[in-house]
């Protein structure tokens, strides 16, 4: 028997509606699995490692790669210490690469319970409590003041120039002392666990950490001072100075 109820008929606007809604919906999905981040390249990074260089740069939501691309080419950076700037790269829509530009430091001096890290040219980058693997704590220096972003107010801006020459050697010789102790701006010393390396002046300096480098392993477990402030490539005797 049939219904004497008319059917209801879906307006046509609205059928419209919905399949214009539907397609985005569709769209949106394939559009974020097409484009989801899979692979990380990162280059340039030293003080932070590839994962810590990741969660910096995606975080938790950000896994859409050409939304990553897209938004580091025309928007702001995030501040991330020790690092200048970065570039995200597209590789394919599953792939991205981060190119890293790292701050050049070359230490860091103690300064109110606060681990304070400065570049070649004595301008302090950063100030926490977190220890960088692999960076020198600088001794001896003499200021007044702290001022992110600005020089450390030293005597003797040339001491920078010094500093900068013994790191370089050091790394040259993958030698990573705790400490490079400094008396005035002409004499130098590292502190290797519990020895004391007397370097003297910058003169034969490369000689010098070559031998340090040739000794490292008969200095374990030693302590006392190592005096090197006369070597050269033509010595035949360094001292080890007990501590008494």
């Given at each position: 028997m049939p219904?004497?109820?008319?059917?209801?008929?879906?307006?046509?606007?609205?059928?419209?509606?919905?399949?214009i809604?539907?397609?985005?919906?569709?769209?949106?999905?394939?559009?974020?699995?097409?484009?989801?981040?899979?692979?990380?390249?990162?280059?340039?990074?030293?003080y932070y490692t590839k994962e810590e260089i990741v969660d910096f740069v995606l975080g938790e939501d950000l896994q859409n790669s050409l939304y990553l691309y897209l938004r580091y080419q025309y928007r702001e950076h995030p501040t991330?210490?020790?690092?200048?700037?970065?570039e995200v790269k597209l590789n394919s829509p599953h792939s991205i690469s981060i190119r890293v530009y790292?701050?050049?430091?070359?230490?860091?001096?103690?300064?109110?319970?606060?681990?304070?890290?400065?570049?070649?040219?004595?301008?302090?980058?950063?100030?926490?409590?977190?220890?960088?693997?692999?960076?020198?704590?600088?001794?001896g220096l003499s200021f007044n003041q702290l001022i992110l972003y600005q020089p450390l107010?030293?005597?003797?801006?040339?001491?920078?120039?010094?500093?900068?020459?013994?790191?370089?050697?050091?790394?040259k010789y993958?030698?990573?002392?705790?400490?490079?102790?400094?008396?005035?701006?002409?004499?130098?010393?590292?502190?290797?666990?519990?020895?004391?390396?007397?370097?003297g002046t910058g003169e034969h300096m490369d000689e010098k950490i070559a031998r340090i480098k040739q000794l490292e392993g008969d200095l374990e477990g030693k302590s006392g001072t190592l005096h090197m402030e006369n070597y050269t490539n033509e010595s035949t005797h360094?001292?080890?100075e007990a501590v008494r």
């Open positions: 219904s004497n109820h008319p059917t209801k008929k879906i307006p046509t606007k609205l059928l419209i509606i919905l399949f809604l539907a397609v985005l919906s569709i769209s949106i999905l394939s559009f974020a699995g097409a484009f989801r981040v899979s692979e990380v390249i990162v280059t340039g990074n030293e991330i210490p020790f690092i200048d700037t970065f790292e701050k050049g430091i070359v230490g860091y001096v103690r300064y109110l319970g606060k681990n304070v890290y400065f570049d070649k040219d004595g301008i302090v980058v950063e100030s926490t409590d977190e220890l960088m693997e692999g960076i020198p704590m600088i001794s107010n030293v005597q003797d801006t040339d001491i920078f120039n010094m500093i900068l020459n013994i790191t370089q050697i050091l790394k993958n030698l990573n002392p705790d400490e490079i102790r400094f008396r005035g701006i002409t004499e130098l010393s590292l502190k290797m666990d519990e020895v004391q390396v007397a370097l360094i001292s080890l």
